[in-house]
């Protein structure tokens, strides 16, 4: 059964400390997203991966950087958390760039 | 930014029945779309999707319709089911994916 594995379900941090969400799939996928998903918005996109070492910009990247080092494994780094980052990540990847995303369970982050 | 709306944001229904879950899209070039499901603490789950060259497609229960010359999308769900109670969002894509804020369906036993 295909897989993307988000290794932080629920994590809670201060206000300035530097956040972490990995992410990785086992599906030999080219391309790798960020998104997060806030109520009344629907899932917005950070980043996104289409190759190793490969980045480019969402919707919304201010704040937030990634990594792409190996192909099977996507971060997103959050350099200094704040209150307004408060909110549901999703990672997700797909073979083609148009194709079906594949997502993972999901990181609910809380900024206090 | 693309706009890519649900009608109602709630919706209930009595087990057995059918839904119908609708969405509006604002790119009549985007060519490709996915319905999700994502129940209470877990991530979007692919449901079926249609590309712009088709304006039916059925899977198992689940029968999503395109009308391009009002750019909507449905999702029919046959004899509803508790299992079935989850938030939809379609998803539309074109160079990327837009996606929509959701229709949380509930089912009545």
């Known amino acids: 059964d295909v897989k993307v594995t988000q290794s932080s379900r629920y994590l809670v941090k201060r206000t300035g400390e530097k956040v972490f969400l990995e992410c990785v799939q086992d599906?030999?996928?080219?391309?790798m997203f960020w998104y997060r998903q806030d109520p009344g918005l629907g899932l917005r996109l950070i980043y996104f991966?289409?190759?190793?070492?490969?980045?480019e910009k969402g919707d919304i990247p201010e704040g937030y950087s990634v990594s792409r080092e190996k192909k099977e494994r996507f971060s997103l780094i959050l350099e200094s958390a704040s209150t307004n980052q408060t909110s549901m990540y999703l990672c997700?990847?797909?073979?083609?760039?148009?194709?079906?995303?594949?997502f993972g369970e999901g990181s609910r982050l809380t900024v206090l | 930014g693309e706009s890519v709306g649900l009608h109602l944001p709630t919706l209930s229904v009595q087990e057995g029945d059918n839904s119908i879950i609708n969405c509006a899209y604002s790119n009549s070039a985007s060519d490709y779309f996915i319905w999700y499901k994502q129940e209470s603490g877990k991530g979007p789950q692919f449901i079926i999707d249609i590309r712009s060259n088709m304006d039916k497609r059925q899977g198992q229960r689940v029968t999503v319709l395109l009308n391009k010359t009002v750019k909507h999308l449905s999702l029919q769900i046959a004899a509803t089911q508790p299992g079935d109670s989850a938030v939809y969002f379609c998803a539309e894509n074109i160079n990327q994916f837009y996606f929509g804020t959701g229709t949380s369906l509930t089912v009545i036993p």
């Open positions: 997700a990847s797909s073979f083609d760039y148009t194709g079906e995303l594949f």
């Open positions: 991966s289409y190759d190793v070492k490969m980045k």
């Open positions: 599906m030999d996928h080219e391309n």
